[in-house]
């Protein structure tokens, strides 16, 4: 089956667990997909085509719209691959839910964190600073940078002020606390990355 569905963020909360203790919640919605091919590779990886979303034909181009107009299918707003594992492989229009998650304790969440823009070293990495009093003007500029006479330049990998933000995370083991199947909702334990009505990619946890 496959590793996992995407879904939309719809923001934190607070739940009580059964012992009592307040919990932090991010909520999801999950998108039901419908499964538009199997792939299968020289080297035994298998993707799994899915499509997302519903969507009115005239917001789609006449290839896509055809894909679906081929196997018979809603027109659908996303296609993405993703991978499968195990013998058992979902069929061609196949429908696949929050049921996927069901038994699953932990899982990882694949999204794009929030941009900050450009921001300074202390901002970005956590850079101690410089002196803050006795006439120090140097309080957040980045200073030396490392080597002098050799190697004589900057190494590769060097921390340094930029963009800030804007890229691709990935959160792991995160507990599942509740899924209700009748909203399409999955509760997690902990924050995720993105912004609210952002989408992620939620999938089984690969280290749990």
Do not use: C
């Not at 009580?16 to 039901?32: K, N, S």
């Not at 091919?37 to 899915?50: L, Y």
């Amino acid at each position: 089956m496959i590793e996992g569905l995407f879904g939309r963020k719809l923001g934190m909360t607070q739940i009580f667990e059964e012992d009592g203790r307040l919990v932090p919640v991010t909520v999801i919605e999950i998108y039901p997909a419908v499964v538009l091919g199997v792939k299968e590779f020289p080297s035994g990886k298998k993707n799994v085509q899915i499509a997302f979303v519903d969507v009115k034909e005239n917001k789609l181009t006449k290839p896509v719209l055809g894909i679906f107009k081929k196997l018979e299918i809603p027109p659908k707003r996303y296609i993405r691959e993703v991978l499968a594992k195990g013998e058992e492989l979902p069929s061609v229009g196949q429908e696949i839910g929050i049921e996927l998650f069901e038994g699953v304790a932990k899982v990882d969440v694949v999204g794009k964190s929030k941009g900050r823009g450009f921001a300074g070293g202390m901002k970005r990495w956590g850079w101690s600073g410089g002196p803050a009093t006795h006439g120090s003007m140097s309080h957040r500029v980045i200073g030396s940078l490392g080597p002098g006479t050799f190697p004589g330049r900057v190494i590769k990998g060097r921390h340094l002020p930029g963009h800030m933000g804007n890229a691709r995370v990935t959160v792991q083991n995160l507990k599942v606390v509740r899924i209700d199947k009748d909203n399409n909702v999955l509760v997690i334990k902990g924050s995720v990355p993105g912004h609210i009505k952002s989408m992620v990619f939620v999938r089984k946890a690969k280290k749990s």
